[in-house]
């Protein structure tokens, strides 16, 4: 009864904030991310805006061609990929990005070349989602705490595992259906 009580006390809070309970479910849903990972809660927001702040500068440094170069941060690290036209625009990305506070390190893997194909970027996605799924499957693999990223086949894993959940991760994703190549870009905390 008691729990019956909670719940209807909860739902008419959130019936009185309309929209904002969204804003509640939202940050919910991050509490748990942040839960999860094993990096500190402050660098997990770092990460994030860190992510936003690179767009944002690409977006002006580069103001036609933002949408072929994608920014991924994890522990303050950055991973560049996508396409860009030369590679004066290869090397400014990787500038843009490594001023940015509290990045550590920018790995640039920009390629220089015409923007992926809406077939490309579909099979991408899905490698991604294979890879995870895989990943979520096995109980060696600490799924939540490693970052994928699939450009042109090529899969990029990030986190800060062990080595033997790194092995195990590199080895789920080398295996997977749809992957060409895997770099892997994580922190070791054994």
Do not use: W
Not at 24 to 46: I, M, P, Q, W
Not at 114 to 140: G, H, W
């Amino acid at each position: 009864m008691n729990k019956l009580i909670h719940v209807a006390l909860i739902g008419a809070v959130l019936s009185q904030l309309g929209g904002c309970a969204a804003v509640v479910v939202g940050g919910a849903a991050t509490g748990t991310a942040v839960a999860l990972d094993r990096r500190t809660a402050g660098v997990y927001l770092s990460d994030q805006e860190i992510e936003l702040r690179a767009m944002n500068r690409l977006r002006e440094a580069f103001p036609q061609k933002t949408d072929s170069i994608s920014a991924t941060s994890y522990n303050r690290q950055v991973l560049l990929t996508g396409q860009v036209g030369d590679e004066a625009a290869r090397a400014k990305a990787a500038e843009v990005v490594k001023g940015i506070p509290d990045v550590r390190t920018v790995f640039n893997e920009l390629t220089v070349g015409s923007v992926n194909s809406l077939a490309t970027d579909a099979s991408d996605v899905a490698v991604t989602s294979q890879v995870k799924a895989r990943m979520l499957r096995n109980e060696e693999v600490p799924a939540s705490k490693i970052k994928v990223v699939t450009e042109s086949g090529v899969v990029y894993l990030m986190g800060l595992v062990t080595q033997a959940e790194a092995a195990t991760a590199t080895n789920i994703a080398r295996t997977t259906a749809g992957v060409a190549k895997v770099v892997t870009l994580f922190e070791y905390i054994d």
